[in-house]
């Protein structure tokens, strides 16, 4: 119980440095108040923080869908986003349709991630949700859509990619040309 306090105190007020090397011995634990607090390291300041707090869930063996499925509806759109991807790093497909929920998120960063998510996770289900969010207002979720597009085999007609290439994003006009190659008799 106090090795818990302690690597709770740790990574909350702790260096980054003591974050981290915390975070690299966490991935094996069960413990929920401890694997809630790896997850709100997924908002962690520093990047190194976050990334290894996502390596400890990624890793992490034990049944933990439950609790990243929760925090799907976390308030912080960091958590949120990152949890998506998180989920599907973990290949669990269970977890589909609330990712699609994220696809109405305010958040464009969270609309990204769930995306890349559900292409990840070959959300099949998810195709409608998909290529509509082809006309969000923001690019980087367009660019997000077209990625998981391709990741699924999906097309899109000759119309769609003039429209999209309108856009001037050299990644844009790069999966456009992917997306161009790799169409063929699959369909919409």
Known sequence: MN?????IEILDSGTVEE?????????????????????????????KVRGEAFSALVLNENNISDLLVNNLKSQNKN??????????????????????????DQSSMV????????????????????????????LE???????AIIDLGYSLSESEIKELSKQQDSELKRLLVRIRKESGPKGI
């Open 3 to 7: 090795n818990m306090k302690n690597i």
């Open 19 to 47: 974050k981290i090397k915390n975070l690299e011995f966490l991935s094996d634990t069960n413990n929920i108040e401890i694997i809630q607090k790896i997850i709100s390291k997924l908002d962690d300041a520093d990047i």
């Open 79 to 104: 958590i949120r986003g990152y949890t998506a991807l998180v989920i599907a790093n973990r290949n669990d497909a269970n977890a589909i349709s609330e990712i699609i929920n994220l696809l109405d």
């Open 111 to 138: 609309k990204a991630c769930a995306l890349g998510a559900l292409g990840f996770l070959n959300a099949k289900e998810a195709k409608k949700a998909i290529y509509d969010s082809l006309s969000d207002s923001n």
């Open 141 to 147: 979720v367009r660019k997000s859509a077209l990625q």
